[in-house]
């Protein structure tokens, strides 16, 4: 094994692929493992480069030799950056990796929602996700959040953990651009966004929910997104202002969560 001083992390050179120092790395599918060890992995360049752009910190960096010379420049002083032929880079997790970089980030406590809600100001929109359990829904809803300007993302209590690698693949590292908040109990949440001066539109498929494009944007919007497969209980849905729902055509009576947030979005940031 060697190593040697990058522009800006410490390269170390790993040549088996029972190096004890790339341990957390042949972890990578042990997610409970992980997260009892206060880590999370980014797999790819994008995801990995917007971790090392934010507030987040990196435990180490494993990149292939061909991908070395485009991270190291980002990586801060005294983080270990571990380099290795793609082969035994790809062998690494236990399944076929062709990504080229992974990274280890040190979990931090998310804030409360209290705490999220004092940042915010008009015209703000807050996505809540109560009980999102398939980890690509919740990496597109994060990506999407992102990108057509939510100002944070509440975690209800049943939704799958955020940091979970297969959430911040899907959502490109979008996870690291936008603020969280941990929501636990949303029943409890719910009342604080509302004393807040959030208006709460559940996402809702009934009769008498009120047309997508008859619904009005607050100044302060919450938008409750449910289960992929019960949608949202009943003592969330009574808890908000208004339902909303979006028509369709063609016998369709649903769309998958991820698909239905991303019209819903786009509608609010006008």
Partial sequence: MKTMQGDGGEVITITSIDDPRIADYRLLRDRALMQERGLF????????????????????????????????????????LYVAAEELLARAPGFTFNRGVIACGIRQPLPAPEQLVVQLRPPALVVVCAGIGDAENLGQIVRTSAALGAGALLIGEGTIDPFYRR??????????????????????ALPLLRDAGFRLYATHLSPDSTPLEESRP?????I?????????????????????TIPMTRGADSLNVAA?????????RR
């Fill in 218 to 222: 607050a100044p302060l919007s919450a």
């Fill in 41 to 80: 992995i980014v797999e790819g360049e994008n995801p990995v480069l917007r971790l090392l752009a934010s507030p987040c910190r990196a435990a180490s960096l494993f990149v292939s030799e061909k991908r070395l010379g485009r991270i190291a420049p980002f990586v801060p002083a005294g983080t270990p």
């Fill in 167 to 188: 959430v911040i693949r899907v959502s490109m590292g979008a996870l690291f651009t936008l603020p969280i908040a941990e929501g636990g109990d949303l029943r409890a």
């Fill in 224 to 244: 409750l997104l449910g289960n992929e497969g019960s949608g949202l209980p009943p003592q969330l849905t009574a808890l908000c202002d208004e339902r909303i």
């Fill in 260 to 268: 239905a947030a991303a019209i819903v979005l786009h509608h609010f």
